[in-house]
């Protein structure tokens, strides 16, 4: 497909993940370099990983989405390469990028894994961006790598999610279904980060904002009238206020209030990754059958075919012409808006 300023390639852009046993320690580094999370939680979460024999599913996972996203743009005549980039382990998108300027590409669009503003999930996939080219030196001044806007509130997320709600519901025994609290769950952050999330103008708390809304119109199109928002995962030390309540926290509340099941969807992660498997079906599962409440967990959408169309209809869309700038789309990793998602420093 040619089109005046077209592209030529496509990267999809995640986390990252160890392999291998011996890639775990040096991953994490990787993750926490500078940001003050304690070494005890390092520990921690090295041992959720080795509980997995030391890999984590997200590669695997991101593998296979590129398989049906290349099969997707075949069969709709996009004749572009499928590249695969992360921020903390390999590929490496400055190895990525490597590959790509080999190639003879110089117009490529970037698909960030998460679907999120704020700092972890949007701008610093922009650093990621600026990275990469750097490290490309003066062969970046022909490249240009536009990220695709976010998606968090597209309607193929909100079909796949409210479907997913509804498989979870009916895993539940009969007799729990119409009693069942319905909870949705994100990553936590560091308070200040959700206050920095957003550009400036708007107040902060985008990505609370964000989430909270994702999970409305999921809720809704499941036929669910309410529901609880909960966080996870977070490193932070405990001084440092993250978005609360953290899920186990709230498992606790909800049983003391009385409620027999839940069904929790995992509404702030694409796949069903470490954070997913470990923090929810290990941990929120125990303490679930420690409280003897019934406990659903929905699946993550990055395996639904609508969410391969949806990665399509974004790329499809920029290969059609100027698309006018939704939040998140940015050119060579420069920010959305001037301070928005700013980086706010940590304790060490
Ligand atoms: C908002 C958000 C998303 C969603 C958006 C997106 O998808 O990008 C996300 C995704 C993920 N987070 C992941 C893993 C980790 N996150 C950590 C640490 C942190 N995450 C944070 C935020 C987020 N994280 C923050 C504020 C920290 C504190 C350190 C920092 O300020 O950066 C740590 C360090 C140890 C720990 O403390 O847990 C690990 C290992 C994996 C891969 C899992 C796998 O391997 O399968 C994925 C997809
Ligand atoms: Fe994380």
């Not at 382990?89 to 117009?107: C, N, S, V």
Request: include cysteine.
């Amino acid at each position: 497909m040619s089109v005046e300023g077209g592209f030529d390639a496509v990267m999809v852009l995640s986390f990252g993940g160890p392999d291998k046993p011996a890639d775990v320690r040096p991953f994490l580094e990787n993750v926490t370099r500078g940001r003050g999370v304690p070494p005890e939680r390092l520990d921690e979460v090295a041992e959720h990983y080795h509980h997995f024999g030391g890999v984590s599913p997200i590669n695997a996972l991101n593998k296979q989405m590129i398989g049906s996203l290349e099969t997707e743009l075949g069969r709709v005549g996009i004749d572009l390469p499928v590249y695969f980039g992360n921020r903390n382990w390999h590929p490496m998108i400055e190895e990525t990028l490597e590959q790509i300027y080999a190639d003879g590409h110089r117009r490529v669009l970037v698909f960030p894994t998460s679907a999120w503003g704020g700092y972890s999930g949007c701008r610093q996939y922009d650093e990621d961006i600026r990275r990469g080219l750097d490290a490309l030196g003066d062969r970046a001044d022909s490249m240009v790598l536009r990220k695709l806007p976010q998606y968090w509130d597209h309607p193929a997320m909100t079909a796949s999610w409210a479907d997913s709600i509804r498989a979870a519901s009916a895993e539940l025994p009969p007799e729990l279904r119409d009693e069942a609290r319905l909870i949705f769950t994100a990553h936590s952050i560091p308070d200040s980060a959700d206050r920095a999330a957003g550009p400036p103008q708007d107040g902060g708390r985008l990505y609370s904002r964000q989430v909270a809304d994702a999970s409305r119109l999921a809720a809704t199109a499941a036929g669910f009238s309410s529901f609880d928002q909960v966080w996870q995962s977070r490193s932070g030390p405990a001084r440092i206020p993250w978005l609360d309540p953290d899920i186990c926290d709230h498992l606790d509340d909800v049983a003391a209030q009385g409620v027999l099941a839940v069904i929790v969807c995992p509404i702030g992660f694409v796949s069903d990754h470490l954070e997913v498997v470990w923090d929810l079906d290990n941990e929120g599962l125990d303490k679930a059958n420690e409280l003897g409440l019934g406990y659903a967990r929905a699946k993550t959408v990055g395996t639904d075919p609508r969410f391969i169309t949806m990665i399509v209809e974004l790329i499809g869309e920029q290969l059609a012409g100027p698309v006018a700038f939704r939040q998140g789309m940015t050119d060579n990793g420069a920010p959305c808006a001037v301070g928005c998602c700013e980086p706010v420093r940590r304790p060490a």
